[in-house]
């Protein structure tokens, strides 16, 4: 845990009581504050007392002693409406903060040179984390990894030098960092997204640019250049004085590190050299972990991890759970593990980055379906349609080879099946469900753990190494 200190003698409201508020009310009570803790759900209010600490109503309270509100990340700050507390901090005029913010203060006050690593994106943000963490551990750092991804900040060990925390961030929580400084600053791409919350696409990419234009003095912004609103960034920051590192998969730069023929490239100065190879490594597929690949080499590089080190930890990071996984090999066929891929668009990464599939879809369908898919449909040789969504993909598939499974065990038992009577030298069969999985499923880390269980019951099927 992290001590918050900067509050110690005074009250602090904290709103939203989920695992980073509740992080956030024992840290600011370790560090010396009074804690009142809020929210609009009655059981987590329950949880909050259980645990010691103050409850009450903000909206029958006097917020005349209140230092700050600490907001969690999920509870609107601007659109669709501030929620009711922003609104009573507002009139109050107490600044309203997240957990990142108590976290930025600490390490200014105690370590403010300690290595903070900050991840942002629309997509590829989770990736890009875990590698980095990955790429530190390897290099010997003493890694804390939380955030978005899942453990909250302040739950983590404190910063310290030796010490580096790497941190994903949504434009949620960049929205309540006014003083977020990281020493590395990583912008992967703006594309349409939150829009219920942020009003705007323009007001969404102002707040991603937020992270990489705090970065603090002598630090480093790495940005996606391969979108326009990511490119302007770019050239904003380069204009402002930044050290900005470009980044790109889909164009060689003159200046920046780029992707081509499976390697990473740096140049500079018309000098241009090889950082490290992505050929061959299963956890770093297709064009979208090539970018993800990228932004977390120019963060070790920025870091002073060696090219050696760097492409070792490229070799050996495992991949995330849930997200292009590769969970078993029998014979010349592999099991790859998508479940995270819940719209056509997370989809086409996993669809684009193998040439035979026997391809498991279906679940609760989203606006759309999979006819944005169709340019990929000459990779499948069979889809395996499960849940609420077969019917309507199999009318979308049309002369693709097909059935309806209906559930993931019947699934999995013929594209198992069928993978191995084809013969194919590199046959796939990828989950990858372009659906939410709620119709059968509680959530896709449910549904890809059972579909972990099914292949890794499979006879034969041996762990990939």
């Known amino acids: 845990m992290i001590p918050v200190s900067s509050?110690?003698?005074?009250?602090?409201?904290?709103?939203?009581?989920?695992?980073?508020?509740?992080?956030?009310?024992?840290?600011?009570?370790?560090?010396?504050?009074?804690?009142?803790?809020?929210?609009?759900?009655?059981?987590?209010?329950?949880?909050?007392?259980?645990?010691?600490?103050?409850?009450?109503?903000?909206?029958?309270?006097?917020?005349?002693?209140?230092?700050?509100?600490?907001?969690?990340?999920?509870?609107?700050?601007?659109?669709?409406?501030?929620?009711?507390?922003?609104?009573?901090?507002?009139?109050?005029?107490?600044?309203?903060?997240?957990?990142?913010?108590?976290?930025?203060?600490?390490?200014?006050?105690?370590?403010?040179?300690?290595?903070?690593?900050?991840?942002?994106?629309?997509?590829?943000?989770?990736t890009t984390t875990a590698l980095i963490a990955h790429l530190t551990k390897v290099a010997g750092y003493d890694t804390q990894m939380g955030g978005n991804i899942g453990t909250a900040i302040l739950s983590l060990e404190p910063p310290r030098m030796g010490r580096v925390h790497v941190i994903e961030m949504s434009s949620y929580q960049i929205d309540l960092t006014p003083s977020l400084d990281p020493s590395v600053g990583i912008l992967l791409n703006v594309s349409e997204d939150h829009i219920d919350r942020h009003g705007t696409i323009e007001h969404y990419a102002a707040v991603k640019e937020r992270l990489v234009a705090g970065v603090q003095a002598g630090g480093t912004s790495i940005i996606g250049v391969d979108d326009g609103y990511c490119r302007d960034i770019a050239d904003r920051l380069d204009r402002a004085g930044k050290n900005v590192v470009r980044i790109s998969v889909k164009n060689p730069l003159a200046s920046g590190i780029h992707v081509e023929h499976g390697t990473i490239v740096r140049t500079a100065g018309g000098a241009r050299s090889e950082v490290a190879k992505l050929g061959g490594i299963g956890s770093l597929r297709g064009q979208h972990n090539a970018q993800n690949a990228a932004c977390a080499a120019a963060a070790a590089l920025a870091m002073g991890i060696s090219l050696d080190v760097l492409q070792n930890g490229l070799r050996s990071f495992p991949g995330l759970a849930h997200r292009m996984e590769q969970v078993g090999r029998r014979g010349n066929v592999l099991f790859v593990n998508d479940s995270k891929g819940t719209n056509a668009d997370a989809t086409a990464h996993a669809l684009s980055s193998f040439a035979d599939i026997f391809w498991i879809a279906g679940g609760k369908p989203k606006a759309g379906g999979i006819t944005s898919l169709t340019s990929f449909f000459p990779r499948i040789r069979k889809a395996y349609l499960i849940g609420e969504a077969a019917q309507e993909f199999s009318g979308t598939l049309g002369s693709v080879a097909h059935e309806i499974s209906q559930t993931l065990d019947v699934a999995v038992d013929h594209a198992a099946r069928d993978a191995e009577a084809s013969g194919l030298a590199d046959a796939v069969v990828l989950l990858s469900p372009a659906c939410a999985s709620f119709d059968q499923y509680r959530n896709f880390e449910i549904r890809g753990t059972k579909f972990r269980e099914l292949v890794q019951a499979l006879p034969g099927v041996k762990p990939v190494v």
Not at 19 to 43: F, M, P, Q, R, T
Not at 59 to 67: D, E, G, L, Q
């Open 7 to 126: 509050f110690a003698g005074k009250t602090v409201a904290v709103f939203g009581l989920g695992g980073s508020g509740l992080a956030s009310c024992h840290a600011l009570k370790a560090g010396g504050a009074e804690v009142i803790a809020a929210d609009d759900n009655a059981e987590n209010v329950a949880k909050a007392a259980q645990a010691g600490f103050i409850t009450a109503d903000l909206r029958n309270v006097s917020w005349a002693n209140f230092a700050a509100l600490v907001l969690a990340p999920g509870v609107p700050l601007t659109h669709p409406v501030p929620h009711w507390s922003v609104l009573k901090a507002r009139e109050a005029g107490v600044e309203v903060i997240g957990d990142i913010e108590l976290f930025c203060r600490e390490r200014l006050r105690h370590a403010p040179n300690a290595p903070f690593v900050a991840i942002t994106g629309t997509n590829g943000k989770s």
